[in-house]
Structures are given as structure tokens and as C-alpha cells.
Nanobody
Framework: QVQLVESGGGLVQAGGSLRLSCAAS????????MGWFRQAPGKEREFVSA????????VYADSVKGRFTISRDNAKNTWYLQMNTLKPEDTAVYYC????????????????????WGQGTQVTVSS
């Protein structure tokens, strides 16, 4: 059984930082894209960032570019989202996800292509 478990969420002041972790079990994710999405109340789930299994390519949503950094540790089946200079508009439930069958340099951003999902971790940024 494949499971993805997020951790690291919490309450922070604007301008602060958090690091989210996604611990996967049940399989390895060779040739997968590993991503992060978020969903604020009343809004659709949106793409935040993703990274190739190789680490060779990364993509960021414009809203987080320059503030967030995605990384991964393949030996531990874990990927991370370092979030700096947090803003109140970053408040959301953050989900990690993995997309199967990515064999090119193109990083998948469409949420419909992600097969495995965690249950989410709450990030709240106060002003």
C-alpha cells in the first residue's frame, strides 16, 4: 500500500519560514515527478511546485517563485518544500503528490496527472 504523509505545517507570522516534508512508503518513486499543491478555503487545489526524481528540473508557481524551494532525498523516499518569507495568502492545506510515468525533462504541473496524494498539512500565516 502506497502512503504519502506530510509534516511540518503550523502557524507562523508573516515573513517567517516553514519546511514541509513528504514521507512516502510502499514503493520507490523512480521516474516520478514529486509535487506540492495547496488548497485555501473556498478555492480549488492549485499547483505550488514539483521536482523530477532526478532533481534535474524544478517548476514553481509564480506566486511562490523566489520564496519557496523544493528538494528531494531519493534514498529516503522523501521530498521537501522550504517556504520562506511567508505571506498570509500562503495560508492553505498543503498536499504532497507523486505523478507516475514522467520520462522527459518536462515537469508535470496538472493536478489530474498526479496519482498518489497525502492527506495534507495545515499552514497558517498570520499578519
Amino acid at each position: 500500500q502506497v502512503q504519502l504523509v506530510e509534516s511540518g505545517g503550523g502557524l507562523v507570522q508573516a515573513g517567517g519560514s516553514l519546511r514541509l516534508s513528504c514521507a512516502a512508503s510502499g514503493r520507490t518513486f523512480s521516474n516520478y515527478d514529486m509535487g506540492w499543491f495547496r488548497q485555501a478555503p473556498g478555492k480549488e487545489r492549485e499547483f505550488v511546485s514539483a521536482i523530477k526524481w532526478s532533481g534535474s528540473s524544478t517548476v514553481y508557481a509564480d506566486s511562490v517563485k523566489g520564496r519557496f524551494t523544493i528538494s528531494r532525498d531519493n534514498a529516503k523516499n522523501t521530498w521537501y518544500l522550504q517556504m520562506n518569507t511567508l505571506k498570509p495568502e500562503d495560508t492553505a492545506v498543503y498536499y504532497c503528490a507523486a505523478a507516475r510515468g514522467s520520462y522527459t525533462t518536462v515537469v508535470i504541473t496538472a493536478k489530474t496527472r498526479y496519482e498518489y496524494w497525502g492527506q495534507g498539512t495545515q499552514v497558517t500565516v498570520s499578519s
